[in-house]
């Protein structure tokens, strides 16, 4: 038995969790923001398991971030009226099949991530992790007020490659151009 403390605002998602925008090798700005590492993890609703824990982390760090979240007002915000991660794909992004029947959450962090494959040998090869790809991630949930914005937010920890997956915005891999047989020498006829 471990000694461990459990953070009830740290997860880690399931396998199935697909990993779109993934900004994990350079750090990115965002509308001239500070730069950082980022990624959408597209999680299926049938993964009951992940979103749980992700609600459940999502109360803890309300609970624990209550006096953030007060600021200067008189009371605590509500949890349903502030700002939270986990949103739903098929409303928010209904135009988008990789986001159809699945929640997702937008993770990030100043410091890089740490990226395992399967065996957890460190990933080394840019190209192996891509938008599209499955794995777990391990992120943390904590709560925020700056600048009149309240909420709960999500930190990027690190990322486990589990398996390869269809690239995600359009890009065909080069295995998938170069797979078949034909030679297209009539593509002229």
């Known amino acids: 038995m471990s000694n461990k403390v459990k953070n009830p605002m740290k997860v880690i998602t399931g396998e199935d969790t697909r990993w779109s925008y993934a900004n994990v090798w350079e750090p990115k700005s965002i509308n001239g923001g500070t730069p950082k590492y980022s990624v959408s993890l597209i999680i299926p609703k049938s993964d009951t398991k992940t979103i749980a824990k992700i609600k459940a982390a999502i109360e803890a760090a309300y609970v624990e971030g209550e006096a953030k979240l007060k600021g200067n007002s008189k009371s605590v915000p509500p949890l349903k009226s502030i700002k939270t991660p ?43 992790v891509y938008s599209g790809v499955y794995g777990r991630a391990s ?51």
């Open 86 to 128: 986990l949103r739903d794909g098929d409303a928010e992004r209904p135009d988008d099949p990789a986001y159809a029947n699945a929640y997702f959450i937008n993770a990030n962090s100043a410091t890089a991530p740490g990226i395992v494959d399967a065996d957890l040998n460190p990933i080394l090869t840019r190209s192996q």
């Open 139 to 189: 992120i943390n949930l904590y709560a925020f007020n700056s600048n009149g914005n309240r909420g709960i937010a999500c930190g990027l920890n690190n990322l486990q490659l589990i398996r390869a997956g269809e690239p995600l915005g359009g890009k065909a891999s080069a295995e998938a151009d170069f797979a078949t047989d034909d030679d297209d020498e009539d593509f002229l006829n």
